[in-house]
C-alpha cells in the first residue's frame, strides 16, 4: 500500500487482503445511519468497481493498522504507570472504546445539597468527546504513529500526528476556522452526527471552561497537534480567582453586600451554580457569610 503524504484519505488502492467492516457497521447501526455495500461509493470507500478500497476504507475497517494509546500516569512528569489500554480496530471502534475508558478515568465527586447529590466531573465530558474527536478526524494518517492521551491528577492531554495545515494559526482553531486534512473521513463523521460542523469542536471545549480559572491549552509542533484540558476539581484548588468570582468582589466592594438572588442576576447563572461558586468563594476566604436563609448575605 502506498501513502502519499497529502490527500492520504482520498488515495485509491487496490488491497491484496479481505477488509472487514462489523465495527463500522455497528457504528452506522448505532447512531441510526445506513451501512452497506452499496454505500461505499458514496461515502468514498471505493470506486465504482467496488473493488478498489480508498485509504478510508482502510481506517473504517477491523484491520485498520493505526492505533489509539492512552495512558494513565501518577505524576505530574508522566513517568509513574498507573494504567494503559491500547486500541486497535476501525477508528469507529477506537472511538468509542477509548471514550468509555476516558469516562471511568473521569472521577465525580459529589456534594450533598440540601436533600440532593450533586456530581463534580473532573471533566466536562463533552470536553472529553470532543477532544478526543479532533484527536481521531484531523490527525495525519500518512504516519504510523499511534494517538497518544496521558492522564495525571490535574490534566488530560490529546496529542494526534500532524500539525497545522500551512497557513493556520492557533488563534485561527481557537476562533473557529478549519481547513479539514481528511475531508472524507471528516464527512463520515458529520453523517454520523458525531461532529456538528467543522471548526466547532474547540470552541465548545473552551466555551465548557469559561469559568475555570485554568484554561486548555493548545499546544503544536510541525508534526503534533496537542490540547490540554485542566481537571475541574483540581483547578479550583489552584486559589485562583476566577472572571466570576472577580465579578462578585467588585459587586460586594460596590455594594456592602450581596444575596443568592443578586449574585445570580449578576453572572446570569442558576442557583445550583451560585451556591457552587460561593461555597468555593467561602472556602478561599474570599468573602464571609451573615445570616441563613432569607437573610443570608455576603460580605467581603
Known amino acids: 500500500m502506498m501513502y502519499e503524504k497529502e490527500a492520504v484519505i482520498n488515495t485509491w488502492y487496490h488491497f491484496d487482503r479481505v477488509l472487514t467492516f462489523e465495527s463500522a457497521k455497528a457504528a452506522f ?13 458514496s461515502l468514498g470507500m471505493t470506486d465504482a468497481s467496488g473493488i478498489t478500497y480508498t ?3 482502510l481506517l473504517l475497517s477491523d484491520q485498520c493498522e493505526h492505533t489509539t494509546k492512552i495512558a494513565v500516569f501518577a505524576d505530574d512528569f508522566k513517568t509513574k504507570f498507573k494504567d494503559s489500554k491500547e486500541f486497535r480496530g476501525s477508528v469507529l471502534r477506537q472511538m468509542e472504546d477509548a471514550f468509555s475508558y476516558l469516562m471511568l ?3 465525580n465527586p459529589a456534594e450533598l445539597i440540601g436533600l440532593r447529590r450533586v456530581e463534580h466531573p473532573d471533566y466536562p465530558e463533552e470536553a472529553l468527546r470532543e477532544a478526543l474527536l479532533n484527536a481521531i478526524v484531523p490527525r495525519d494518517y500518512s504516519f504510523s504513529g499511534s494517538i497518544i492521551i496521558n492522564v495525571n491528577e490535574n490534566e488530560t492531554e490529546f496529542i494526534s500526528i500532524g500539525g497545522l495545515l500551512p497557513g493556520l494559526s492557533t488563534e485561527d482553531i481557537r476562533s473557529g476556522i478549519s481547513q479539514p486534512r481528511n475531508q472524507n473521513l471528516a464527512e463520515v463523521f458529520h453523517r454520523l452526527h ?23 491549552r493548545i499546544e503544536v509542533t510541525p508534526n503534533a497537534f496537542k490540547i490540554v484540558l485542566p481537571n475541574l476539581n483540581k483547578a479550583a484548588d489552584t486559589g485562583e480567582i476566577s472572571a466570576q468570582e472577580q465579578l462578585v468582589l467588585e459587586y460586594i ?12 442576576n449578576l453572572l446570569n447563572i442558576k442557583p445550583t451554580r451560585t451556591f457552587a461558586i460561593m461555597k468555593k468563594m467561602l472556602g478561599k476566604g474570599l468573602v464571609k457569610q451573615e445570616g441563613r436563609g432569607a437573610s443570608k448575605r455576603y460580605l467581603l
Not at 29 to 41: D, H, I, L, N
Not at 253 to 264: K, L, R, V, Y
Open 55 to 57: 485509504n478510508l476504507a
Open 253 to 264: 466592594a460596590e455594594n456592602g453586600f450581596a444575596t443568592d438572588a443578586e449574585i445570580q
Open 194 to 216: 458525531l461532529i456538528e460542523s467543522y471548526g466547532t469542536g474547540i470552541r465548545r471545549i473552551y466555551h465548557l471552561y469559561e469559568n475555570c480559572p485554568v484554561q486548555p
Open 105 to 107: 478515568c473521569n472521577q
Open 29 to 41: 447501526s448505532k447512531y441510526g445511519v445506513e451501512f452497506s455495500e452499496t454505500k461505499y461509493r
